[in-house]
């Protein structure tokens, strides 16, 4: 795909025509999964422009109802709060953010403690435990954090071993062994040796040993940081 430029549904079909011609897809039996398959083409298209454009509009404001997470990464990365930068992002995937506006509004409510504050880097590195106390003191509105639908077997219950709790402990040791409590420095270590993004994004694949976060979360997040040119890597083949 030229650079800005998007090929048309139409393009596609007649292109996926062709190709079904000669070859079968698992999923692309039918007139309507083919659509299905074109839709998702042409959105995978928009998404990578709007990443390579840095195309994200709204505010980078936690307490705006018009916050946008991607913003306020850039923001972070460009003021040089790198740690925040790898948080944030890392909370996007969590959630399962996919552009739907309730997952959206789940992370920005998340990160501003419902609007009384800011769960950021350093709080959370400090006392990982405070993010399961203040659940557990909002428990009555902890039905209002939704998540996406790659996420949607995940919990936000406070004491439950697989609830958002207890995966932000396990990001923040992982980050504690690699980094120094630095989130940026512990994806650094293994981005610095490595001889190209593909290296990079494989050894950090393997690296994330992360609570919950399986293929297609370690995937998302390091797609995410290297579509958004936070960190040097790229993946080398589909998962």
């Known amino acids: 795909m030229r650079r800005g430029f998007i090929i048309r549904s139409e393009k596609l079909s007649v292109r996926l025509g062709r190709f079904l011609a000669e070859h079968k897809i698992v999923g692309c039996r039918t007139s309507r999964e083919r659509m299905r398959f074109i839709e998702k083409l042409v959105e995978s298209q928009r998404k990578c422009q709007a990443f390579r454009h840095r195309m994200f509009s709204g ?55 419902f609007d009384q504050g800011l769960w950021n880097w350093k709080t959370v590195a400090r006392n990982p435990l405070s993010v399961r106390d203040w659940m557990r003191e909002n428990s009555r509105r902890l039905s209002e954090l939704k998540f996406g639908n790659h996420r949607k077997y995940e919990s936000n219950k406070p004491d439950s071993d697989v609830g958002t709790p207890a995966v932000i402990e396990s990001f923040v040791r992982w980050a504690a062994v690699h980094g120094n409590r630095s989130a940026y420095k512990a994806f650094q270590s293994f981005v610095q040796p490595s001889a190209s993004p593909e290296m990079a994004f494989e050894s950090l694949f393997r690296a994330l040993d992360i609570h919950r976060f399986g293929r297609t979360a370690r995937f998302d997040l390091l797609c995410l940081l290297g579509n958004l040119g936070i960190l040097a890597v790229a993946p080398a083949h589909p998962i």
Not at 68 to 81: A, Y
Not at 98 to 103: E, F, L, Q, R, V
């Open 59 to 113: 505010s980078t404001d936690p307490l705006s109802d018009k916050f946008h997470p991607f913003r306020c990464i850039l923001s972070n990365f460009e003021n040089g709060d790198f740690d925040e930068t790898v948080w944030l992002a890392f909370l996007c995937v969590h959630f399962g953010w996919d552009g739907n506006p309730k997952t959206r509004e789940t992370i920005r409510r998340f990160y501003s403690m």
